[in-house]
């Protein structure tokens, strides 16, 4: 596999403070390899790359990367929680898994945004091939104002590559895609390919102006109603990282890490170096803030 540019990043919440750019053979973990907690297929490091960027290595098998990757020089893990549903347990066992009172919220959150919409929620499916133009249309330009794609750099892609892949998925009935509009505006969109029967949580994203509404929310409700109903899909993979979303849908977790592998030359060993005593201000900073009260306000701040 050849390398790829990827950034080496350091983290306030969720922005990005500083990247360092490295050339690294990507390497990943689908979720049956990790609940299988298979050792990692390593492959070869080509001359002009500078390591291997690790995806969701499950955390069992972290302490094996030194002998797996001799030589190398290893980040920090960044440990997470990779939360994923399963499909066998259908709707209502689905929907059993939820306390009363959350079951309760998320229903009045759908009938809000119904309310808000004249009475209906207006959700439209796009999973054949000759639908796909309509989703991009309606998709691209709201995923090019969320969150995902100011902050992260994780909107949904709009090149012609990306586009030939989902034709690809659609046409071999792998690819199942929804957008929610409001008033005949999208506000949310959600883009699930289909790996081996299992669906992978690959991009949503919102309006923030209708985050009152809890659009994502109600979105991803209406899609696992409609998949529990195919019986088709083993698993729902939300993926790597963790976040509140994934964790109030997910019914199951397992524990995951991103590491970066690095040559051991004098400026990677001052890139993680560095990156270890940003990680632990930052740490022991968010700790002091969540004693005063004002860890949720100072993150929120940092979103816009």
């Known amino acids: 596999m050849q390398p790829v540019a990827s950034q080496v990043r350091f983290l306030l919440g969720d922005r990005p403070v500083y990247a360092a750019r490295r050339m690294l053979v990507p390497i990943g973990y689908g979720l049956d390899a990790i609940l299988q907690n298979a050792p990692l297929n390593s492959a070869a490091l080509p001359a002009d790359a500078d390591g291997y960027r690790l995806q969701s290595v499950p955390a069992g098998r972290i302490d ?19 939360h994923y549903i399963d499909m066998a347990l259908g709707h209502d066992g689905y929907m059993a898994q939820f306390s009363s009172k959350t079951r309760a919220t998320l229903k009045r959150k759908m009938r809000k945004l119904a309310d808000a919409g004249g009475g209906i929620l207006d959700i439209r499916s796009y999973h054949g091939p000759d639908e796909l133009d309509a989703f991009f249309k309606a998709a691209l ?97 939300f993926t790597e990282g963790d976040g509140a979303h994934k964790a109030l849908f997910g019914t199951h977790q397992v524990q995951c890490a991103t590491v970066f592998l690095l040559k051991p030359t004098l400026a990677n060993r001052a890139l993680l170096s560095g990156q270890r005593r940003f990680n632990a201000a930052v740490e022991g900073t968010g700790a002091w803030l969540d004693r005063i009260g004002a860890k949720a306000r100072i993150r929120k701040l940092l979103r816009r």
């Open 141 to 237: 330009p709201l995923s090019e104002q969320t969150y995902q794609a100011r902050l992260l750099d994780a909107g949904l892609p709009g090149n012609a590559a990306f586009h030939a892949e989902a034709q690809r998925l659609a046409e071999a009935d792998n690819l199942r895609a929804y957008v929610l509009f409001l008033a005949g505006r999208a506000i949310a969109y959600l883009y699930l390919p289909v790996v081996d029967d299992v669906l992978i949580y690959a991009y949503l994203g919102y309006d923030q102006a209708s985050a009152h509404l809890s659009p994502g929310t109600v979105l991803q409700m209406h899609a696992l109603k409609q998949l529990f109903a195919e019986r088709r899909f083993r698993y729902f993979d």
């Open 64 to 82: 094996h990367l030194n002998r797996d990757f001799a030589g190398l020089i290893a980040s920090q893990p960044q440990i997470y929680a990779r």
